[in-house]
């Protein structure tokens, strides 16, 4: 049996009056893909958004491995929360990469100053990640300088770079061109068969059909259906989700 | 008066004008930063306050403020004037004029960091202060270089307003020497010098501009 990295039970979340996330639980293992698909506005960014502690939620519970973040709505101190941080890493749809810092920078600095690693061992990482990433040659390049689907690469590795033991995607392709975007789902499959532990929203269906182990399903703030991945998206059980993937489909 | 003796005049007034310029930013810049974070507070009190502190700064003519700097401190609690107090209430006056104008900037460059950064910071551990100093005040610098210029060249010429206190800067001096002898010329100098000096600055500033241009 692998171990839990990630559990989340119960979570609810509101913004002012419109309820977002309603009674959602879920859990990932170690080494599992798990993608999570819906329609616009269904609430997946907000749940990656709460999982990572950009957004607290009112009720739920929250843990990494053996640490509680969150309490049926109430947080963990400080420290717990810094601990929690060093577990996951989080890549955004826009990159949001340092833009005064050159590639070597955006990786090399967190591990540096947050974590207080060697420098020497921090670059010798950095290289190998950058290398992994086909950016041998850009360490000194300014993100302004690369294109959409390098900066999402050096996203990547950035968040790589803090040994996160999860690492959660939310639709890492949606700012590209669908050729980038091809790049980028090449990175993310290398990934899943080192067995790197992922959490993916995406509304790319048949990668996520090929690339996760599982997938979940959400709609209007509830997870409708989950399953496993090929199953969910080739016998779905639920009306919402038939209709979902019809509509998706039938757009190409 | 021959022009050699005028202008060294006019030099030692200069060299006062340069001395209130940087003395200026030396205080400004960095009072400014503290403002900008009291108008920013999440606490509303403080950040009201700080807003009415910026609005009369602003709103206020900076010579009424150079006197209520120099006469303030005798009206409201009888200090008698010391005459050597003149140069400090115009570093003051200026320090405390341009701070809330430097406020102001500092807070629209702040504001206009996308929020994507400070959570990029945030995922990656960063701490408050870090993600401060290391990921958003570079990028505020840059962003804030051009406006800041303007109030910088403003400032050039405005120390010339320390003459209402009768600090001996240049313009002060200029006028001087001008209904002392009747003569233009001290003016024309004047406004040369200021000219340069500013140029200078511009020029400086110009520098620094483009040596942040490294990255978008
Ligand atoms: N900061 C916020 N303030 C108020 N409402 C918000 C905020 N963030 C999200 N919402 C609302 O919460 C709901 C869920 O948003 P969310 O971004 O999680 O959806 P999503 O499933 O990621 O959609 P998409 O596929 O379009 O990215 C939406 O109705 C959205 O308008
Ligand atoms: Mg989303």
Not at chain 1, 68 to 73: D, L, N, S
Not at chain 2, 100 to 122: D, K, L, N, T, V
Not at chain 2, 143 to 157: A, D, F, G, M, Q
Not at chain 2, 173 to 195: D, E, L
Request: aromatic share 12%; hydrophobic share 45%.
């Amino acid at each position: 049996m692998s171990k839990e990295l990630l559990k989340i039970c119960n979570f609810s979340k509101t913004f002012g009056d419109l309820a977002v996330l309603k009674d959602i639980s879920f859990s990932v293992k170690e080494g599992e893909v798990v993608s999570i698909i819906g329609p616009s506005g269904s609430g997946k960014t907000t749940l990656l958004r709460c999982a990572a502690l950009l957004e607290s939620v009112e009720k739920g519970d929250l843990s990494y491995g053996d640490l509680q973040v969150c309490v049926q709505g109430v947080y963990a101190g400080k420290n717990v929360l810094k601990d929690a941080k060093n577990r996951f890493g989080f890549v955004f749809q826009n990159f949001h990469l340092f833009p005064h810092y050159n590639v070597m920078e955006n990786v090399t600095k967190a591990p540096l100053l947050v974590q207080k690693r060697d420098k020497k061992e921090v670059e010798e990482m950095a290289r190998q990640l950058l290398k992994k990433m086909g950016l041998s040659g850009k360490e000194n390049s300014y993100p302004c300088e690369l294109s959409g689907g390098q900066q999402q690469r050096v996203a990547i590795a950035r968040a790589l770079a803090m040994k996160p033991g999860i690492l959660f995607f939310d639709e890492p392709t949606s700012a590209l061109d669908p050729e980038l975007t091809q790049e980028i789902l090449k990175v993310i499959r290398d990934l899943a068969e080192e067995k790197m532990t992922m959490v993916i929203v995406t509304h790319e269906i048949n990668f996520a059909r090929n690339v996760s182990d599982r997938i979940i399903f959400m709609a209007d703030g509830y997870i409708v259906e989950e399953g496993e991945a090929s199953s969910l998206v080739d016998h779905p059980q639920n009306e919402r989700t038939k209709e979902f993937l019809a509509f998706i489909s039938q757009k190409g | 008066m021959d022009y050699a003796s005028m202008f060294s005049e006019l030099l030692k007034g200069l060299l006062v004008s340069v001395e209130i310029f940087f003395l200026t930013l030396l205080f400004a810049l960095p009072l400014g930063l503290l403002i900008a974070f009291g108008r920013m507070s999440k606490n509303c009190i403080v950040a009201n306050i700080f807003r009415v502190y910026i609005s009369i700064m602003r709103g206020t003519p900076l010579m009424l403020q150079l006197l209520v700097c120099f006469f303030g401190p005798y009206y409201l609690f009888k200090i008698p004037l010391a005459s050597s107090y003149r140069f400090a209430a115009v570093i003051i006056a200026f320090s405390l004029n341009y701070a809330a104008y430097c406020a102001e900037i500092y807070r629209s460059g702040i504001q206009g960091i996308p929020a994507g950064q400070y959570e990029a910071a945030g995922v990656l551990g960063f701490t408050p202060v870090q993600t401060f100093f290391r990921i958003i005040f570079p990028q505020v610098v840059k962003r804030v270089i051009p406006p800041v210029t303007n109030e910088v060249i403003t400032l050039v010429k405005d120390t010339s307003l320390a003459f209402s206190l009768s600090v001996m800067e240049m313009f002060t001096m200029a006028k001087q020497i001008a209904s002392a002898h009747t003569t233009m010329i001290p003016f024309v100098a004047a406004g040369v010098f200021y000219y340069v000096f500013n140029f200078l600055v511009a020029f400086g500033m110009e520098r620094l501009e483009k040596r942040l241009d490294y990255y978008r």
